[in-house]
């Protein structure tokens, strides 16, 4: 059944709250700031509660069911984290007060910092972005202060593998530089004689995925970095997939310059459902300067008996403050009890567990779907959503059927360089049941493409809302909640 | 997939047909099947612009993703089909005819030399 919205259930004078009479005195608005007219719900308190609850048990959540959803990394969030979270220390705690009374608060950021920069071998670490995309932004006017401090001007191309996520071509382009393509080989791997041709004294610098949207581990990421470190380029580490490689592989350790960590991916943060996200950015020791203002630090050391006091240190050439206060705080409080509870042991744990997943997933599914670059896969893998001999049936269709059996739809048409892309991603969070209970429903759907295709085009069947027009909602966008003719919003 | 004889195609799915020295560009069916429904058209340039084979036309965006168009040849641009922002699915409903993107007084007759007759390019996009 569909749930009317909150402006059809309402009632001409109903309220759900009385107000007690105003004991301020009445002042008459200047007559341009006053609507004539609002049009607000008038509902009870409980209908407000029952619409609401209504809505929300029609959602589909990873405390519902399986999330496969490639590249997001949608893994269990334990409730330890928002127990912690909770804890009245940090909520009572405000982002101006004086630090010498936050010193819990910065002591958890300060300890976050050391944390991830152990986990991925860098020198410094700031957790002011907001999430990936804006870590991403913060690299490139790192990677462009740095060219700009050395008089390197010409330096205005960036180049992007075509397996790169969709957001880093974005980043670049929003920053002014030209984003140049770069191709794939036939393994998955960056074409590196394409890269050498591309590597000149106009190169800024290289974004790099790895693991890349194929959830393949690029085979010449030395390679691949030393040819652009020789052009004078740097190398921005897309960290979206560490999850593959927590406690294997370093990303500083073979020299890419900066990265940018997805704590709601990789570290168990909400993500989904507004989260928010949390984008964390970790540089080598030649870029710790450029960081955004402020980091934590250490202002004067402890022995003992003391403890050290923890304060705001101010990189000496930043590129400036880039969020309100100190980023996502409540999101640092969950990574930090996330990678205390799990340990080195744990999280490597992690990465090996989320890899023999998706492997599993693989071996299970390539017969009947196509598997167009056939290696072993790190904790994603990308299929193809068609077959040759079942005209008219798309990855939408598949993606649409497997809500049916109550799944949440791979990522699909992502990566462009794979048609009709499935992109799957487990992670470490699900058991071996849950696996092979999707492999039978993928299973199923292959069989029902040549069964009863018209049974996947009408997909889904089982959901509160069946297959929305894709067409219409992009092309007639409506912005605004709009009832009728008197509606303010639109009107005034 | 429709590929008319008269027409020259590009590798990156743009068909060209010149006539009297003027040249009409657009997408393929191919191209227009790819992508699947087109929701959105921006030009990159303006009547006037002079400018170079590879040069960036067009962005069409779809449901399923955003195509950069580019120009398989030289020129002078003459006339834009402006049509096309209000009713981009002119693309899926005819690419050939109503579905033209751009007019250009040709530069260089020879440029066309570089591009693949109808036969070549039912070749190319077999694989894809």
Request: hydrophobic letters at 40%.
């Amino acid at each position: 059944m569909t749930e009317p919205t909150i402006y059809d259930i309402s009632v001409t004078g109903r309220t759900g709250v009385t107000f007690p009479e105003s004991d301020v005195p009445e002042y008459a608005l200047p007559q341009g700031f006053v609507r004539q007219k609002l049009q607000l719900p008038e509902v009870s308190e409980l209908e407000v509660v029952r619409h609401f609850t209504r809505l929300s048990q029609k959602n589909y959540a990873i405390d519902l069911g399986f999330y496969p959803l490639g590249s997001c990394t949608m893994k269990y969030n334990p409730k330890i984290n928002e127990s912690v979270s909770r804890l009245s220390g940090f909520t009572a705690t405000h982002p101006l007060q004086p630090a010498n009374t936050t010193q819990g608060n910065l002591y958890l950021m300060y300890t976050l910092q050391e944390m991830l920069k152990e986990i991925a071998g860098f020198d410094a670490v700031t957790l002011q972005p907001a999430a990936g995309a804006q870590g991403e932004l913060v690299g490139t006017l790192i990677i462009h202060k740095y060219h700009t401090d050395r008089g390197d001007h010409q330096r205005t191309r960036m180049l992007i593998p075509d397996s790169a996520h969709g957001t880093n071509p974005a980043s670049s382009a929003m920053l002014g530089y030209d984003v140049v393509p770069l191709p794939s080989d036939e393994r998955g791997n960056v074409d590196l004689e394409a890269l050498k041709r591309l590597c000149d004294d106009r190169l800024a610098g290289l974004m790099f995925t790895n693991p890349n949207t194929l959830g393949l581990f690029d085979e010449n990421v030395c390679e691949v970095v030393k040819i652009v470190h020789e052009a004078g380029g740097l190398v921005y580490g897309d960290g979206a997939n560490m999850n593959a490689l927590l406690g294997v592989f370093r990303p500083g350790d073979v020299g890419i310059d900066i990265l940018h960590f997805n704590l709601h991916k990789t570290f168990s943060t909400p993500h989904g459902g507004g989260g928010p996200g949390s984008g964390p950015v970790a540089v080598q020791a030649h870029l710790v300067d450029y960081l955004p203002d402020p980091i934590v630090g250490i202002l004067e050391e402890g022995d003992d008996e003391t403890a050290p006091l923890y304060g705001f240190v101010h990189p000496e050439k930043s590129i400036g403050r880039i969020k309100a206060f100190y980023g996502h705080f409540g999101m640092h409080i969950r990574a930090f009890t996330y990678i205390a509870m799990l340990g080195q042991e744990g999280l490597r744990d992690i990465a090996e567990k989320a890899v023999l997943n998706a492997n599993y997933l693989q071996e299970k599914l390539k017969g009947s779907y196509t598997l167009p670059y056939d290696r072993i896969c790190m904790h994603e893998f990308v299929l193809e959503g068609f077959w040759k001999d079942v005209p008219d049936i798309h990855a939408l269709d598949i993606a649409k059927r497997l809500m049916d059996y109550n799944f949440h739809p791979p990522t699909n048409y992502f990566p462009l360089i794979v048609k009709e892309a499935l992109m799957i991603e487990p992670t470490e969070t699900e058991t071996l049941e849950t696996l092979d209970a999707f492999v039978e429903a993928m299973l199923k759907i292959a069989g029902e493409a040549r069964t009863d295709p018209q049974l996947l085009r009408d997909a889904p069947h089982n959901t509160p809302v069946r297959r929305a027009d894709e067409l219409k909602a992009a092309k007639d966008l409506v912005f605004c909640c709009y009832i009728g003719d008197d509606w303010p919003g639109i009107q005034e | 997939m429709l590929i008319p004889e008269e027409l020259k195609y590009q590798k990156t799915d743009e068909w060209v047909k010149i006539v009297d020295g003027i040249a009409t560009i657009g997408i393929t069916d191919f191209a227009q099947d790819s992508l699947s429904d087109v929701v959105f058209v921006e030009f990159d340039i303006d009547v006037d612009d002079e400018v170079s084979a590879g040069d960036s036309m067009a962005t069409i965006e779809s449901v399923k993703a955003a195509a950069e168009v580019v120009f398989p040849v030289s020129g002078k641009v003459i006339e834009i089909n402006q049509t096309l922002i209000d009713t981009p699915e002119l693309l899926n409903e005819s690419p050939y005819e109503e579905g033209w993107l751009v007019r250009v007084q040709a530069a260089d007759g020879t440029e066309l030399e570089n591009l693949m007759d109808a036969a070549a390019y039912a070749i190319d996009i077999q694989d894809r």
